[in-house]
């Protein structure tokens, strides 16, 4: 996770960060990924229904029963866990999470924990009433999925009128006062239209929105083919960056995220050093505390049936089952006596176990490795490097001494 906003526009300085002493459960929501324990942001997929049918749905949902869904009570044993570890946040996710019948009892149950509560949604559900609920919990933000316009969005969800059923289900969300954000994953059948959520933005009085760099898992796995070439995702990214900017210097605040490619993290440290080296070197530190890909150590997932997984995209490797053992048990074992807790193991820090342009890379400790998932997607090689990274060999190239 990249904050577009937080390192090219300044809206973070270091002090902000270091002023809670870089730990989880001190630090705001938008500072998290600078933390230094990085105690795991974790995304629940509370049920694999949903009333939609995305062709880049990572969890291959439909608009069905499914069974095997972790029922209430284990849900808060689960719960009751997370808090204990200290995540800070529970991400309810999905398949559509508004589809499940307890969510409110069980948000209302992580908030009384001391967790914050977050939903990733595609809105089409947030009535007046729905929206009320999530208020009187006190979610900490709602992120709806947005693929572009009208047009383009409709066709990505496979039902006609998803898009303005969810800008009617954020109107309702921002009218019931809670903070709302767009998601949007980048390909090439739309990242023409990241211009189009922006205008969304402030047409709608939203000032976040995080762009997501397409994952090949789930029936996303079939656009492999789609994903943007290295050319055309530098411009995506450039083009984030300079909306972004334009909108800071017209007094506005937006709240701007890239996710899933840590090379964004070089590439806007790279356009800043040309364009204000002072403003550089902060971002440098800032990238550090990063720490760049958080697979398996700063974010992880629970499935539906309490399958544990490195994120949400791993879903062809569990760790384990909360049914049987604790997420803070599964999630700690390093022991290496395992497959699993040998990855575990790794994935704590990739660094030394990356192949390839990786491994000379001059980056390395602040992409950290990138996404394994989509490198082992489309190579079969876990270690080698991700394919989706679009610095030359040259920007990673390490200084001659």
Known sequence: MIGISKLYCGAVEAADVLRYNRQSKDLPSELLQFSADKKPVVVWNCTQTCNLKCVHCYAGSEAKNYENELSTDEA???????????????????????????????????????????????????????????????????????????????????????????????????????????????????????????????????????????????????????????????????????????????????????????????????????????RAAEVLQLLQWNQGNSTGNGIGCISWDGEVYADQFWRHFSFGNVRNRPFSEIWTDTSRTTEQNELMFRLKDKRPFVTGRCKECRWLDICGGNFRVRSEAATGDLWGPDPACYLTDEEIAKPVE
């Open 76 to 278: 808060k044993v689960m719960i009751d866990d997370l808090a204990a570890f200290g995540a800070p946040v529970l991400l309810f996710s999905g398949g559509e999470p508004c589809m499940r019948h307890d969510l409110i009892e069980l948000m209302q149950y992580a908030k009384d924990k001391g967790m914050r509560v977050v939903i990733s949604t595609n809105g089409t559900l947030i009535t007046p009433e729905l929206a009320a609920r999530f208020a009187e919990v006190g979610l900490s933000y709602v992120g709806v999925s947005l693929d572009g316009d009208q047009e383009t969005h409709d066709h990505f969800r496979g039902v006609e009128g998803s898009f303005d059923r969810a800008i009617q289900g954020i109107r309702n969300a921002r009218a019931a006062g809670l903070k709302v954000g767009l998601r949007m994953t980048i390909n090439k059948r739309n990242w023409q239209d990241i211009n189009a959520i922006f205008d969304i933005m402030e047409q709608e009085g939203i000032n976040r929105a995080c762009f997501y760099h397409l994952v090949y898992t789930g029936r996303g796995s079939e656009l492999i083919k789609e994903d943007l070439d290295h050319e055309e995702t530098r411009r995506a990214v450039r083009l984030i960056m300079d909306r972004t900017r334009a909108w800071f210097d017209r007094g506005g605040m937006p709240e701007v995220l890239t996710v899933d490619n840590h090379a964004d993290g070089p590439f806007v440290y790279m356009e800043l050093l040309k364009e204000d080296p002072e």
